[in-house]
């Protein structure tokens, strides 16, 4: 099956600073989304990208399916933003498969 | 807001019993899929439902099983529960099969004693 890694697997940043997450995949995939999982558990929805560019906010995405990978750009960081962030792609077929994730801490 | 929720959002089990663990998705979500998460890791796929038959399942045995009614709400079942089960047990609704944004419940946190 398709394997997607994650990288970093933790990442601790000073409030106000910005960092990029990494999602490699390892097959054409035709549905790719970013995910932050606050500390109850909730998997809240970020981006839905198989492809191209999108933002929200100080959060923006980048997937390049040719190459295989997706980027997650966390700008001007604030301590609600610490969690794990996970990356979640599905080939073809009708399951999500979910990298490790990163986990985030922001210091204030 | 998601539009799925799920119940009970905790509960405690001692191995050998059954659990069911619910969900309730909003209109228009015609897939439903399950998801084990355990401590520390990313969240695996159980199976999938569409139009209220099972669509794919992953790596997970029989004791393992689900369904799906026409009113958008959905049922896990766990028989024979093992300390290996407890986990957060994650619902996702979709509009289509094999496309289409998921959203997640808040899950349920299941602890085998």
């Known amino acids: 099956g398709i394997q997607v890694e994650q990288s970093p697997p933790d990442l601790i940043l000073q409030e106000g600073a910005n960092s990029t997450l990494r999602c490699n995949f390892s097959?054409?995939?035709?549905?790719l989304q970013w995910f932050h999982q606050n500390p109850w558990g909730q998997l809240i929805n970020l981006f839905y990208?198989?492809?191209g560019t999108k933002q929200n906010g100080r959060l923006s995405a980048t997937t390049v399916a040719t190459e295989r990978y997706s980027l997650l750009y966390i700008s001007s960081s604030q301590t609600t933003d610490s969690g794990v962030y996970f990356c979640?792609?599905?080939?073809?077929?009708?399951?999500?498969?979910f990298g490790g994730g990163t986990r985030v801490l922001v210091k204030p | 807001e998601t539009g799925v929720t799920q119940s009970p959002t905790h509960l405690i089990k001692t191995r050998g019993q059954q659990v069911t663990l619910r969900c309730s998705s909003q209109?228009?979500?015609?897939?439903v899929s399950w998801y084990q998460q355990a401590l520390g890791q990313g969240p695996q796929f159980i199976f999938q439902?569409?139009?209220?038959?099972?669509?794919g399942r992953g790596n997970f045995p029989p004791r393992f099983s689900g369904l799906q009614f026409p009113n958008y709400s959905s049922e896990l079942n766990v028989n024979a529960l093992e300390l290996d089960d407890s986990a957060l047990y994650l619902c996702?609704?979709?509009?289509?099969?094999?496309?289409?944004?998921?959203?997640f419940g808040e899950g349920s946190r299941l602890t085998v004693l």
């Open positions: 979640a792609v599905k080939a073809a077929g009708n399951k999500l498969t």
């Open positions: 097959d054409s995939v035709n549905n």
């Open positions: 990208i198989p492809s």
């Open positions: 209109s228009g979500h015609n897939t």
């Open positions: 439902y569409y139009r209220e038959e099972e669509n």
């Open positions: 996702a609704g979709g509009p289509g099969l094999n496309t289409g944004e998921l959203f």
